[in-house]
Every structure is written in structure tokens, then in C-alpha cells.
């Protein structure tokens, strides 16, 4: 099953403010993770703001969220005095080189009318063709976001160095932690926790099977269900993981240097 790493909300807000230049619109849209999104438009600017709220967002930026959206977002990036006071962080899409439609007169003649309603279909065309990749990935930015310290351990991995553990409280009653046990090694631990019992039930079967999947794939990551010790890594840099209670304990996802490199 193939899960797209888009938000299809975000994507379709995102195309009809800048297909339709709703400058003087504004709105909210809420995800998974207690994560907020606002879309909102200075017409004078021509420019649109897309704001982003997560639960740790200041620690991601400090760990690895800044170095991804320079990567990857650099061309909607802003000094910070430019960013919504009211949200984590704030990119901006600039519209003013983007292709005008022309406003037909009721003075003109028909043959001039119809000339620029069909030089106003080829730039409707043209916008989209320039809008679509655009909210393709700021749909995406979610994923991006909040994966920024595992690409900081990967890219660190790659280049020989250690990154320090990382502790990420990105849910209300969950975390995942990055950790390097040596160089070129990159172990990703993710808490699991459920509210009822056939949930836990249900998930400790799924926990099952992801760790007896490695055997069906080639050379996959080593991946082991830890539902009653912690992982050494873990245990050894988070002391206080120990008292942490979740209902079907974590999940961890290791690569080794010879499956990075």
C-alpha cells in the first residue's frame, strides 16, 4: 500500500490561494501530531504566508530543522522578524513573477476579445503548471519537519561524524529518539502507546510483524520490538525513559554504515 507523504488539505488550500490569489482570505487547517497550518496573503506584496505549529518545533529547529528547511525550502525561507509571531515557523510564497491573466474590455473588438481569452487559457495553464509543484511540497512539509533530526544523524552518518542523542516529544503522549551507537550508525526508536485494549492488541501484532518483515526484504534495516527492555543506546542517554510507561513499549529501526553509505 502506498501512502502519500502529502497533506491532500494543505495541497488543495495551497493550490486555490494561489490559483485564485485569495489574498484576503485566510486559513486553518489542523493535522495529525498537533500540528496547525495558516495560509494567509499580503496583496500588496503579492506574496502568501504559510505558517507551521508543532509540539517541538524549537527543539527540531535546533536539531537538524533549520539545516533541512535551508536544503529543501530555501527559496520560501525569511529572516525570522518575518515569520508569524503566532506560529513555529513561517515560509513565504512569492507570487509577484507569476503569470498575469489580462482583463477583457467590453471596448474591444471580438476578434481582440477572443485573442486574449485564449492567451488567458495558456497562462491558466502555465500558472498551474508552476503552482502544482509548489504545493506539492509545502504539502509535504510535515514529513520534512519532523523527521529533521533523523536526517541530521543520517547525513552525520554519511559524513563519519557523531550527532548527539536526540529526545523528540513530537506527540501529545509519544516520542521517537535518534541515536548514533557508532559512526555510520543510525537508530531510530519510536514510543508506542494506545488508549484501549483492542488497540493494544492490535498494534503489538502490527510491532510483531514489522520486526519479522526484515526477513522477506534485502538487506533491510534491523528492526527489533522492545516490549519489556529498553533499548542499551536508550537506556544508557535517557535515564528517565526507564519510568516512562507506554502501552506497547517502542519499536526501533537500525542502518548500518555498509546500507547508508
Known amino acids: 500500500m502506498y501512502?502519500?507523504?502529502?497533506?491532500?488539505?494543505?495541497?488543495?488550500v495551497l493550490n486555490d490561494f494561489m490559483a485564485k490569489e485569495l489574498f484576503t482570505s485566510v486559513e486553518t487547517a489542523y493535522d495529525t501530531d498537533n500540528v496547525v497550518y495558516r495560509v494567509y496573503g499580503n496583496e500588496d506584496a503579492k506574496q502568501f504566508k504559510f505558517c507551521?505549529?508543532?509540539?517541538?518545533?524549537k527543539y527540531i529547529l535546533e536539531n537538524g530543522?533549520?539545516?533541512?528547511?535551508?536544503?529543501k525550502y530555501k527559496e520560501f525561507l525569511r529572516?525570522?522578524?518575518e515569520w508569524d509571531p503566532d506560529f513555529d515557523l513561517t515560509l513565504i510564497i512569492d507570487l509577484s513573477e507569476m503569470p498575469k491573466t489580462k482583463?477583457?474590455?467590453?471596448?474591444?473588438e471580438e476578434s481582440e476579445a477572443e485573442a486574449i481569452r485564449q492567451e488567458n487559457d495558456l497562462i491558466r495553464i502555465r500558472r498551474k503548471d508552476l503552482i502544482e509543484p509548489i504545493a506539492e511540497r509545502l504539502s509535504e512539509l510535515k514529513k520534512d519537519f519532523l523527521s529533521a533530526p533523523i536526517r541530521l544523524a543520517?547525513?552525520?552518518?554519511?559524513?563519519g561524524t557523531i550527532v548527539p542523542p536526540m529526545e523528540v516529544p513530537y506527540r501529545q503522549d509519544e516520542k521517537f529518539w535518534v541515536t548514533m551507537p557508532?559512526?555510520?550508525e543510525v537508530q531510530v526508536s519510536l514510543a508506542v502507546n494506545f488508549h484501549n485494549d483492542v488497540d493494544v492488541s492490535l498494534g503489538r501484532v502490527m510491532l510483531l510483524e514489522w520486526q519479522d518483515?526484515?526477513?522477506?526484504?534485502?538487506?533491510?534495516?534491523?528492526?527489533?520490538?522492545?516490549?519489556?527492555?529498553?533499548p542499551a543506546e536508550l537506556a544508557k542517554a535517557f535515564p528517565k525513559l526507564a519510568s516512562e510507561k507506554y502501552s506497547n513499549g517502542l519499536i526501533s529501526f537500525s542502518k548500518l554504515r555498509a546500507l547508508i553509505l
Do not use: W, Y
Request: with cysteine; glycine share 6%.
Open 182 to 184: 557508532g559512526k555510520g
Open 3 to 12: 501512502i502519500s507523504p502529502s497533506n491532500p488539505v494543505v495541497k488543495k
Open 65 to 71: 530543522g533549520m539545516k533541512m528547511l535551508e536544503a
Open 103 to 108: 482583463k477583457v474590455k467590453k471596448s474591444m
Open 213 to 230: 518483515s526484515q526477513r522477506k526484504v534485502k538487506t533491510p534495516p534491523m528492526i527489533k520490538f522492545h516490549d519489556k527492555e529498553l
Open 79 to 81: 529572516p525570522k522578524s
Open 52 to 57: 507551521f505549529s508543532s509540539n517541538c518545533s
Open 154 to 159: 543520517m547525513e552525520a552518518a554519511l559524513n
